[in-house]
T-cell receptor, first 111, second 112 residues
Framework: GESVGLHLPTLSVQEGDNSIINCAYSNSASDYFIWYKQESGKGPQFIIDIRSNMDKRQGQRVTVLLNKTVKHLSLQIAATQPGDSAVYFCAENNAGNMLTFGGGTRLMVKP | DTAVSQTPKYLVTQMGNDKSIKCEQNLGHDTMYWYKQDSKKFLKIMFSYNNKELIINETVPNRFSPKSPDKAHLNLHINSLELGDSAVYFC???????????FGSGTRLTVV
């Protein structure tokens, strides 16, 4: 079946470095993608989204890149901080009325 | 003000019991969802309601029954709880799927 997946289950970075979290999706019909951040004991929180008519979108310290040719999505976090430590999920709207989530990547920031 | 609130936050119960989890959103959204997150953090859709009507019912045991008394509430009732039901259950809402969801803080269900 169609699915959203992640390459790395855990990513460890040094504080101040940039982080890149990757996601592969398989449904070429998906037209909307979101990155969520989930801190321990909390629900997923919206970080940034991108539509399929774009290939890049920037927020505050975060950038999402979309490569439709290879069905790849990435989240870049600049100057990673301890507060960025969390599990990050990509999600796609591939069925019209629900989001399908990837398996998550745990980001650990070392001081 | 909490946008999407779930109660209880923690629920420990014995096998065979029946329990309910409540969810309320004050965002005025039309659609609400229940997701199950397993121990490996995988999030799987269970149900979706739009204006009190069921629009998604993924393959979940019929021991799980959602109830939506109005569009601001979507409760989850679980009968005859099993060990495998232990997970974190998240409620979410959205006005339009093309603008993402707002999640509650989750209910950690432990069946012993």
């Amino acid at each position: 079946g169609e699915s959203v997946g992640l390459h790395l289950p855990t990513l460890s970075v040094q504080e101040g470095d940039n982080s890149i979290i990757n996601c592969a999706y398989s449904n070429s019909a998906s037209d909307y993608f979101i990155w969520y951040k989930q801190e321990s004991g909390k629900g997923p929180q919206f970080i940034i989204d991108i539509r399929s008519n774009m290939d890049k979108r920037q927020g505050q310290r975060v950038t999402v890149l979309l490569n439709k040719t290879v069905k790849h999505l990435s989240l870049q976090i600049a100057a990673t901080q301890p507060g960025d430590s969390a599990v990050y999920f990509c999600a796609e709207n591939n069925a019209g009325n629900m989001l399908t989530f990837g398996g998550g990547t745990r980001l650990m920031v070392k001081p | 003000d909490t946008a999407v609130s779930q109660t209880p936050k923690y629920l420990v119960t014995q096998m065979g019991n029946d329990k309910s989890i409540k969810c309320e959103q004050n965002l005025g959204h039309d659609t609400m969802y229940w997701y199950k997150q397993d121990s490996k953090k995988f999030l799987k859709i269970m149900f979706s309601y739009n204006n009190k009507e069921l629009i998604i019912n993924e393959t979940v045991p019929n021991r799980f029954s959602p109830k939506s008394p109005d569009k601001a509430h979507l409760n989850l009732h679980i009968n005859s709880l099993e060990l495998g039901d232990s997970a974190v259950y998240f409620c979410a809402s959205s006005q339009d799927i093309n603008y993402g969801y707002t999640f509650g803080s989750g209910t950690r269900l432990t069946v012993v």
